[in-house]
């Protein structure tokens, strides 16, 4: 089933691993005895499964990750060019179709996981139909449909029962990358910040869906400066909290020169006690929940630079921050906690060498590993094209799956953590 690194990547894992044996002759075992990383699928067509790293990739029984699989490489997904949805055998390591999606990217994939109602067998993914974007709730082991939802999901609770929704035309025009090409929602262009557009509150069971926070809400909440609000204002990625009782987003919108300006915001999935928890100053970008309220996102610091993992309190007081991997931890990263919240693995983007690092912090001592540098070829799978590691956990703690191009084509990769238990 796995197949072997390279070369380059497997000398950096053998010295970060030595690195660790002399942290356990000193009385103080604080990282993996050893670590093994594999591909777990195969060229020459491309997969992906991490993208976007907080999804269930995994069922619950750890056989089997969902992936994408295309043949496309370096642009963008049109309309009317599909992947196909699918799982990898961890067991045999063959990749089983289970079905064809057009409503999907090389950054979030169909934002396919299995659902926390029946983590054994039913997966939910987005797709086009019928002139919309919707998501499709589906048996894995016999593929068939059980549920057709008219929106499609942005994130889906851990329980499997209620989600939310964005504008996924609008984030097509205003973040490519992240959005899906078609007509499957009226993204809005003639209007900066609409009332009846924003975060959808959609319940799994019912198929009911509603709108619960729109785009001019957080306007008059948190209006970002002159110069930015000549632009539309546009919603991107969100992620319920451990117990499903808050939900968090960004609100974005383009600055006259380059970029964004990003502002982060928490509700409850009524829309009632919307906050802004970062103001567009601080430009958060990726985050994770550490628990029901305690939260982390990759920002600057009282509008400072570098970059840090700023872990907070979801409250209107204090908020007792916390630098995580202070000093070490100095770039964006797509950092996620391990379900036993003893760890958080995070990575960066390409450095001055092209190289993608994958790293794991202790979250008791603050301690900071390097579990592997992968190489990003730089002049293939650039912008929204681009293949971030995107890591993300199994349940045991033990094992993280992330996706790379250092061998030339976009793959699948597992990382194992021996602690040594």
Known sequence: MAKNISLLAACAILALVTGCCRKKQQGRVCF???????????????????????????????????????????????????????????????????????????????????????????????????????????????????????????????????????????????????????????PGMGQKYPEDDGLYYVDLESGESCLIVSLADIFRLNPPSAEETAQLLWMNHTLFNTDNTRVFFLGRSPRIDRGWVTAAY?????????????????????????????????TYYQGKRPICHLLFTDTEGEKNYRILGEGVLVNDGHGAFSPDRRWMVTDTYPDGRDMRTLMLL????????????????PDNFQGPCRCDLHPGWYRDSNRICFDSVHEGTRQVYLAELDFGR
Request: glycine share 8%; proline share 5%; hydrophobic share 35%.
């Open 32 to 186: 993996p005895e050893n670590i093994s990383i594999s591909r777990i699928t195969s060229g020459p067509k491309h997969h992906f499964a991490s993208a976007y790293y907080h999804l269930r990739t995994w069922d619950s029984s750890g056989r089997f990750l969902l992936c994408l699989e295309t043949d496309i490489e370096n642009h963008n997904p049109e309309a009317d060019e599909p992947a196909t949805l699918g799982m990898v055998d961890l067991e045999t390591g063959g990749f089983i179709p289970l079905a064809r999606t057009h409503a999907w990217n090389f950054q979030q994939g169909a934002m396919q996981q299995w659902l926390g109602s029946a983590p054994d067998s039913l997966v939910i993914y987005n797709d086009f139909r019928n002139g919309k974007f919707v998501s499709v709730i589906l048996n894995a082991h016999t593929r068939k449909e059980i549920k057709v939802i008219e929106r499609a999901m942005n994130a889906v609770s851990h329980d499997g029962k209620k989600g939310v929704s964005l504008n996924f035309a609008r984030l097509h025009i205003t973040r490519l990358g992240y959005g899906y090409a078609g007509a499957g929602d009226d």
């Open 266 to 298: 928490t509700v409850n999935p009524d829309g009632s006690d919307l906050r802004c928890v970062l103001p567009y100053d601080w430009s958060g970008s990726h985050f994770d929940w550490f628990s029901q309220d305690r939260l982390m996102v990759t």
């Open 362 to 377: 202790n979250m008791e001592n603050d301690a900071v590993m390097p579990l592997g540098r992968f190489y990003a070829p």
